[in-house]
């Protein structure tokens, strides 16, 4: 066990069982040693597509003496563990069709926060990035460099099996990935034939084409090498049924917490995402079915009412994002500092205001990660040099030990802020 250098996958085996180690700083090989050169290590990227009412979410005063507003106060305990910014969006259109500006930046549809930090540091992970949803995944959140739309995993089963898959399963999933790859060769070959034969400008479109199938198979080679790697194991379990029905909405997002907090622990992934999504679904809560559907409460029209049970959904949101920040701060890593500590968590939305599909103001939390938190920090999203969401995703990346300045249509970090 006095081997710093020893790979940190290396695995015990005994009487023909694997058992895959946990996170040791024993067993720390290069990529953990060059993750201890940043003050944090993972990110975790939470979405709601209805955002949260921002009276109820934003503090009356700034800086750290702030009186808890409603959506806050589930969160009391964490308050010196995470920073909340008022004012800040993307300059970005307005609309339920634009949400996806939340980690894109100023255009929909274009190279997401999540998937930038994956290209830098998460291809050392059994899985480079991992995206999920709670509830129906109605808009697309997370976006390759070319712009492709990852799938999210509705199912907390489905995230289960592929964190913790049987012998059985593993082989298949082999076969399978193996079998697509063998199909991309021979795309990339006639793609390559083809390119001799047509125009300057169809040369540069299958130039965008061959850059796109290389990222397909660069990740599915780093997948098919992940199919033999040690398995974690867990005492977690599941219930007997996936809460996928639209009215166990929250039931699934506490699942889904509890295992990206186990997909941290395990150090399976650097980057997940997260997506909460909200439409027709008639929530009860302690006892009290609300008056409205989840997406019409949202459309409250200033109906007191309908805004009182918008925010009991909300707030059952806070509840669960409490719980998740409470396990992340009891579990520790290889260099034994808390989950919290070494993971930045993004909680926030690209809808500002829901009743009136305005993408500015955009609800946003940063916890963890390392920062000296504890503050409101607002500003003014009408000045001239207001700050951008971006510049705060400059901040976050930098956070990571990724060298930047860009993001979107940001090009200055806040660090100066986090003081």
């Not at 009408?382 to 993001?407: H, S, V, W």
Request: hydrophobic content about 35%.
């Amino acid at each position: 066990m006095n081997q710093p250098t020893t790979d940190r996958r290396q695995f015990l085996k005994a009487a023909g069982v694997s058992l895959a180690l946990p996170a040791l700083e024993s067993f720390a090989g290069p990529a953990v040693a060059a993750a201890n050169s940043a003050k944090a290590k993972n990110i975790v990227c939470i979405g709601t597509y209805l955002g949260f009412y921002q009276s109820a979410f934003f503090p009356k005063q700034a800086g750290r003496d702030y009186d808890l507003p409603t959506l806050l106060k589930p969160l009391a305990e964490h308050r010196d563990e995470f920073t909340v910014f008022s004012g800040l969006d993307h300059r970005a259109a307005n609309g339920h069709g634009a949400w996806n500006n939340f980690l894109c930046g100023q255009n929909p549809n274009s190279y997401s926060l999540d998937q930038m930090v994956t290209d830098k540091i998460g291809q050392d992970s059994r899985f480079p990035s991992i995206q999920l949803s709670a509830g129906k995944a109605s808009r697309t959140m997370s976006h390759t460099k070319q712009g492709v739309a990852l799938p999210m995993i509705q199912r907390p089963s489905v995230l289960y099996g592929k964190l913790f898959a049987s012998p059985e399963d593993r082989a298949h999933n082999e076969y399978l990935l193996r079998s697509g790859h063998s199909s991309l060769d021979v795309v990339l070959d006639d793609a390559k034939r083809l390119q001799k034969s047509v125009s300057s400008d169809d040369k540069a479109k299958l130039a965008e084409y061959f850059d796109s199938l290389r990222e397909v198979e660069r990740r599915m080679t780093r997948q098919i090498r992940a199919v033999n790697e040690p398995v974690p194991e867990t005492n977690y379990r599941l219930p007997d049924h996936d809460p996928i029905a639209p009215t166990l909405q929250l039931e699934a997002e506490n699942l889904m917490y509890d295992l990206i907090a186990l997909a941290l622990e395990t150090e399976s992934t650097r980057v997940m995402s997260l997506f909460i999504g909200g439409l027709g679904q008639v929530f009860t809560i302690n006892g009290e079915t609300l008056q409205s559907g989840y997406h019409a409460l949202s459309h409250h029209g200033n109906d007191p009412d309908a805004i009182a049970d918008l925010i009991k959904v909300e707030t059952e949101h806070m509840r669960c994002f409490n719980r998740f920040l409470a396990r992340l701060k009891t579990k520790t890593d290889a260099r034994g500092q808390s989950l919290l500590d070494s993971t930045i968590v993004l909680l926030g939305s690209g809808m500002g205001d829901a009743s009136r599909h305005a993408n500015s103001n955009l609800p946003t939390m940063v916890a963890g990660g390392g920062f000296k938190h504890g503050q409101h920090i607002a500003t003014d999203g009408k000045a001239k040099d207001a700050p951008l969401l971006g510049d705060l995703y400059i901040t976050l990346m930098q956070q990571l030990g990724i060298e930047t300045n860009r993001f979107s249509n940001a090009s200055r970090n806040l660090n100066h802020l986090f003081i």
